[in-house]
């Protein structure tokens, strides 16, 4: 019998997810602030998106990339938070291993893309504040249009592999996994043989997606400051500065609860308890959709003026 036969006869048919270990009496009360939390980043997303898209005085490179980073918002809660109310509400744990793989694709892929969606709008934080006269040059339509495809086929290409390198693993019958959503580590340790390939490339799929962008987002923003700080007007300084803040907040809010969540994951699992782990990684695929809208809509007046001018209109 060939290896892809005895692989595939190995594939558990379902997993089951069991939600928070050992707080299942809590699940109820628990999924209520999921709830909340999800409900306010589809309504902030989506407001943010229609007041960029329904504005052409807001189709410039910085609002075009705050676009794209609401539907990687919106796509990456909405692969996840569904499925995670339906287990801690209505029991409903049970998922195809095909569905399981398909929903683990979709975490990391989208959360690769929002990666590389905030480095987007670093560049164009540089280019707008150290070279402000070859900015509509440099950061044309075209230009931001292949960013943003660069983006997509890097995030498929990097997440890709994770799905062969579990079919390859048998499971013994283990289907059963603590967690509210399907990710890569999770899945693989299901498995009853040598997962050092998986550990390996994920640390690695880390290291070169997310943790290459954190630090290219670090170097610009080093030049950034540089630029603002010698800038002769106290004015134009308190306006970059303003600007820059709200992407800043945004890294932040992305980046923070993403690196804590993995390193507890790889490093502490057995000095962090077991629902600290999942409690983090359902933060860092909540957190971001729900303050990122915040954030810009309170910081950003054109954002804020367009969305009140809409309100108002509607009322009226």
């Known amino acids: 019998m060939s290896a892809s036969n005895i692989s595939d006869n190995t594939l558990p048919a379902t997993l089951f997810l069991t939600g928070i270990p050992g707080m299942e009496d809590s699940h109820i009360w628990i999924a209520i602030p999921f709830c909340v939390m999800y409900l306010v980043a589809l309504a902030g997303n989506t407001s943010l998106i229609l007041v960029i898209v329904t504005n052409n005085t807001l189709h410039e490179p910085m609002y075009l990339f705050l676009c794209l980073l609401s539907l990687t918002d919106l796509a990456l809660s909405s692969t996840t ?10 029991h409903a744990g049970e998922i195809s291993f095909k569905g399981c793989l398909a929903q683990m694709f979709c975490v990391h892929s989208i959360y690769a893309l929002e990666s590389s969606v905030l480095l987007a709008m670093a560049f164009d934080r540089y280019v707008a504040i150290c070279k402000p006269l070859r900015y509509t040059t440099i950061l044309n339509h075209s230009v931001i249009g292949r960013i943003n495809l660069v983006g997509i086929f890097r995030s498929i290409a990097v997440v890709s592999p994770l799905i062969f390198l579990l079919r390859r693993l048998p499971y013994c019958g283990h289907r059963v996994m ?3 959503y399907c990710e890569h580590m999770g899945i693989a340790r299901l498995a009853c043989a040598n997962i050092t390939v998986n550990v390996i490339y994920g640390l690695t799929m880390a290291l070169l997606a997310v943790g290459l962008d954190s630090i290219l987002i670090a170097i610009s923003y080093g030049f950034i400051l540089h630029a603002v700080f010698h800038l002769p007007s106290h004015d134009a300084r308190h306006k970059a500065l303003s600007t820059c803040g709200s992407h800043l907040g945004v890294i932040l809010v992305f980046y ?3 690196f804590f969540s993995f390193l507890t994951h790889r490093f502490g699992r057995h000095r962090v308890p077991k629902h600290v782990h ?15 809208p915040i954030i810009y809509g309170a910081r950003t007046k054109e954002i804020r003026s367009q969305l009140l001018r809409m309100l108002h209109l509607r009322k009226d």
Do not use: D, M, R, S
């Open 81 to 90: 938070v569904p499925k995670t109310l339906a287990i801690l509400w209505l």
């Open 178 to 180: 603590a967690h509210t």
């Open 256 to 258: 923070i609860p993403a």
């Open 278 to 292: 999942i409690f983090l990684a359902n933060l860092y695929v909540l957190v971001p959709p729900v303050l990122n």
